[in-house]
């Protein structure tokens, strides 16, 4: 169905990360007319590596995207904890054959800057959206007929509508939620991303690999169909407490990670520079639309990291907010209202659960023994009733 006439003024979107541009072709496809108002000078991705579940695949597959983000990616056969003081393996999910047919899709893990890629060449093919740099959206006003986004240049850009898809720090979420800064975890992610040429063999694994340890854990897995390796090194410190992307102190991270295995140890030293985020998240909130405006990916659920599903979340936004626009195009309000109504519940549970999974990856003493009884105990159909909740469907 064609959701917006081409009289019509465009939705316009804050951010041009990966849920801004998925939502901008998800709403092109639907016929709706876009301008992507990026603050950045490049639409570009940092970071590393990102894991896909194979509900990111059904809405990619919508999209007409799922090929070509598999084309770059890589898929691990298993994903497997271990324990990084023992060595022991916890517990290992097969995510070949068997995981397959039972989620009707694949679990992939790819480069950031390659599935922002897949979005962006998507979004430059398509006459209905344009992709502006340079462009800071300060606030907006809506007069109930259309919306005006400030930029930061004094520029008023009039639309049908704002989306809000300006990440953890969304100015546009201190407008409509109001619910001010980020809550910080307390725990710090390094992150880093290898040739595989600089990795011994006998520490690279085809499997998404995780070292539980006290207050720590260690990821790994190969990423752009084997040729770098990912790494990520996660603790608690309460030394920052704000931060985005910055470069990491490579002395605290070794004594945090001191004493555990050699192969973490190893992976560790080989690396040179390391990126730093601080970790953090907000309480689930009902209602992110106000009218005309409404916000998508990390601006309107932040998580942490531990179920791998933040960017995942911003897709599946996309493809359920251009469905609602497409049935409502004349009430985006009420499409607004529906898309979040179809979202809260469902992101607010990855909110929870990515606490309650970090925890369980830095368990000590007692809380680690019950993990590793819990977790090692189950077969591969029953690791996957427990997260059929996720990759069952959106
Ligand atoms: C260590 C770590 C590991 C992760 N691993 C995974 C994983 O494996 N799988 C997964 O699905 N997710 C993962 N995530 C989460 C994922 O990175 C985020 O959920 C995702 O990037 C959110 O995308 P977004 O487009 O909503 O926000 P962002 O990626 O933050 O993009 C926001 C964009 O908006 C722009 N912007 C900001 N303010 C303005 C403004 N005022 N005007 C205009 N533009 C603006 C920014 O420049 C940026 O381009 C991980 C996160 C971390 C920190």
Not at 223 to 249: I, K, P, Q, T
Request: hydrophobic letters at 45%; one cysteine or more; a neutral charge.
């Amino acid at each position: 169905m064609i959701g917006g006439g081409s009289d019509k003024q465009p939705i316009l979107i804050a951010g041009g990360g990966i849920g801004g541009l998925a939502a901008a072709y998800a709403l092109a496809l639907r016929g709706f007319h876009v301008r992507v108002l990026e603050q950045a000078d490049a639409l570009r991705e940092v970071g590393a590596g990102i894991q896909l579940g194979p509900n990111v695949f059904r809405a990619l597959a919508r999209l007409g995207l799922k090929d070509a983000v598999l084309a770059d990616a890589w898929r691990p056969g298993a994903q497997e904890m271990r324990c990084a003081l023992s060595g022991k393996s916890i517990t290992r999910i097969p995510l070949g054959d068997a995981f397959f047919a039972r989620f009707r899709e694949p679990y992939a893990v790819t480069h950031r800057a390659d599935l922002h890629g897949v979005l962006l060449s998507a979004c430059r093919g398509e006459s209905r959206i344009a992709l502006e740099t340079g462009r800071q959206v300060r606030s907006f006003a809506d007069n109930g007929e259309r919306v005006s986004a400030r930029l930061q240049s004094g520029e008023e850009i009039e639309g049908a509508a704002l989306i809000g898809c300006d990440g953890l720090w969304s100015g546009i979420r201190e407008i409509v939620v109001g619910d001010g800064p980020p809550r910080v975890s307390g725990h710090i992610a390094y992150r880093a991303v290898l040739p595989r040429a600089d990795v011994p063999d006998d520490l690279w694994s085809p499997d998404v690999v995780l070292w539980a340890g006290p207050r720590t854990h260690f990821v790994q897995y190969p990423l752009r169909r084997g040729e770098l390796f990912n790494l990520v090194a996660v603790f608690h410190s309460d030394r920052y407490v704000e931060g985005w992307n910055a470069e990491g102190d490579p002395a605290e991270l070794h004594a945090r990670f001191a004493g555990q295995r050699p192969e973490v140890l190893r992976l560790l030293e080989r690396i040179e520079s390391w990126r730093m985020w601080v970790l953090c998240d907000r309480e689930p909130v009902r209602e992110w639309s106000r009218g005309r405006v409404t916000l998508l990916g990390d601006a309107a659920h932040p998580m942490l990291q531990y179920l791998a599903q933040g960017a995942n979340m911003a897709i599946e936004d996309a493809v359920r907010l251009a469905d609602e626009a497409a049935r409502r195009p004349d009430d985006l309000p009420a499409a607004f209202k529906a898309y979040q109504q179809a979202r809260y519940l469902r992101t607010g549970r990855l909110q929870i659960m990515s606490r309650v999974y970090g925890e369980f990856y830095h368990a000590r003493g007692v809380a680690a023994e019950m993990r590793d009884e819990m977790l090692g105990s189950r077969t591969p159909e029953q690791a996957y009733d427990a997260v059929a909740w996720l990759y069952g469907g959106a």
